[in-house]
Structures are given as structure tokens and as C-alpha cells.
């Protein structure tokens, strides 16, 4: 079965520095792009980061380039966004997401986690 | 970076009915060296995360009812309930992934009459 788990959500001040872990399982990791995208409650989606399967390729939003880093560990089936100087307006729910593509590009997203909840408020 | 525009922003439909929703990119989605549209629609109920319907403007995920239909190219696409159930209750959302960053629609809403 496929699995996307995220974690390292909570509580944090304006500012403030959070690091978002996405654990995978149930598929081949190093073979996927991995995506973050995010939901402000209420709201619609807005994708936010991908990373290429061996890690060589990013891409951001342009909201969030220069403060998030998105980075992946394929011997830990894992991917990472590092999200600094975070502002009222990224409080949201982060979703990971795999893409359904194999080759080489990245698509769709097949399989989603269930999102972490980011609040940042003073 | 390539705008979509969803319409409806919410529909509703009696049970049974047709439900269509409209998705409009501010640039062309179709790649000229696979002749696909690179468009994807998403269905989100209540606390929970999106899930995939369609893909390349017209493939259904596996597992998808047939009542679920993508059409469309180029820049103009439409999702298609063929007959409305009442599990269909939720918000679609359409992406590309033509070019990063990867943007979704702003969401169309489906319910009830």
C-alpha cells in the first residue's frame, strides 16, 4: 500500500523557522517527484514546491523562493521543506503528494498524505 | 506563470443531472512533442486531501466511476459529472503541470439542487 505521511506542523511566531518531514512507503521513492502543496483552511490549493526524483531539479512559487527549501533523502524515503522567515500567510495545511509520472517529468499527483497544519501567528 | 480560471465558483445540480465545469489557462497547456494536454482534475470532500480523476486533459485514474469525463485542449477544459450522485458533494480543482510552477484553479464547488 502507498503511504505519504507528513509531520513538524505546529505553532510558530512570525518570523520563525519550521521544518516539514514527508515520510513515503509502499513505492519505489527514488523513482518520483515529490510535491508540496498547500491549503489555506477554507481556501483553494496552491502548489508550492517539487523536487525531481535524484533531487537535481527544484521549483518554487514564487511567494515562497528564497524562504522554503525543499530537499529529499531517498535512503530514508523522504522529503524535506525547510520554511524560514514564515509569515502570517503561510498558515495552511501542508500537503505532500506524489507525481504519477515515470518518466523523468513531473505531472499529476496520485497519492496524497493527509497535510500537517502550519499556524503562524504571534 | 500560467493562470487558471475555473467557472462555476460553485454548481448546483439535482441528482442525476449533468454537472460541467469550465477551466481556462491564461497560456496553452498542450505539448507539441507528445501531443498531450497537460491538465489535470482533482475532487476534495471535507477534510480530506484531493484526489486525482483525471489526468492528460481525458484519462481517468484507475478506479474512477465513467460518470467522470475531461475534455478540452489548448487552453479551454471541462470536467463532466454525466449524472450527478450524492457522493460527488465536494470541490474540483483543476491543475497544469505543462510548467512550474505547477498552478491550480481556484476551485468549483458542486451540491444538490
Known amino acids: 500500500e502507498v503511504l505519504v505521511v507528513e509531520s513538524g506542523g505546529g505553532l510558530v511566531q512570525p518570523g520563525g523557522s519550521l521544518r516539514l518531514s514527508c515520510e513515503a512507503s509502499?513505492?519505489?521513492?527514488?523513482?518520483?517527484?515529490m510535491t508540496w502543496v498547500r491549503q489555506t483552511p477554507g481556501k483553494g490549493l496552491e502548489w508550492v514546491a517539487n523536487?525531481?526524483?535524484?533531487?537535481?531539479?527544484?521549483n518554487y512559487v514564487g511567494s515562497v523562493r528564497g524562504r522554503f527549501t525543499i530537499s529529499r533523502d531517498n535512503a530514508k524515503n523522504s522529503v524535506y521543506l525547510q520554511m524560514n522567515s514564515l509569515r502570517v500567510e503561510d498558515t495552511a495545511v501542508y500537503y505532500c503528494?506524489?507525481?504519477?509520472?515515470?518518466?523523468?517529468?513531473?505531472?499529476?499527483?496520485?497519492?496524497w498524505g493527509q497535510g500537517t497544519l502550519v499556524t503562524v501567528s504571534s | 506563470d500560467i493562470v487558471m480560471t475555473q467557472s462555476p465558483d460553485s454548481l448546483a445540480v439535482s441528482l442525476g443531472e449533468r454537472a460541467t465545469i469550465n477551466c481556462k489557462s491564461s497560456?496553452?497547456?498542450?505539448?507539441?512533442?507528445?501531443?498531450?494536454?497537460?491538465l489535470v482534475w482533482y475532487q476534495q470532500k471535507p477534510g480530506q486531501p484531493p484526489k486525482l480523476l483525471i489526468y492528460?486533459?481525458?484519462t481517468r485514474e484507475s478506479g474512477v466511476p465513467d460518470r467522470f469525463s475531461g475534455s478540452g485542449s489548448g487552453t479551454d477544459f471541462a470536467l463532466t459529472i454525466s449524472s450527478l450522485q450524492a457522493e460527488d458533494v465536494a470541490v474540483y480543482y483543476c491543475?497544469?503541470?505543462?510548467?512550474?510552477?505547477?498552478?491550480f484553479g481556484g476551485g468549483t464547488k458542486v451540491e444538490i439542487k
Open positions: 503528494a506524489r507525481s504519477g509520472r515515470r518518466d523523468g517529468y513531473d505531472g499529476w499527483l496520485d497519492r
Open positions: 509502499g513505492f519505489t521513492f527514488g523513482s518520483c517527484w
Open positions: 523536487i525531481k526524483a535524484d533531487g537535481s531539479i527544484t
Open positions: 497560456q496553452s497547456v498542450l505539448d507539441s512533442s507528445n501531443k498531450r494536454n497537460h
Open positions: 492528460w486533459a481525458s
Open positions: 491543475q497544469q503541470y505543462f510548467r512550474a510552477p505547477l498552478t
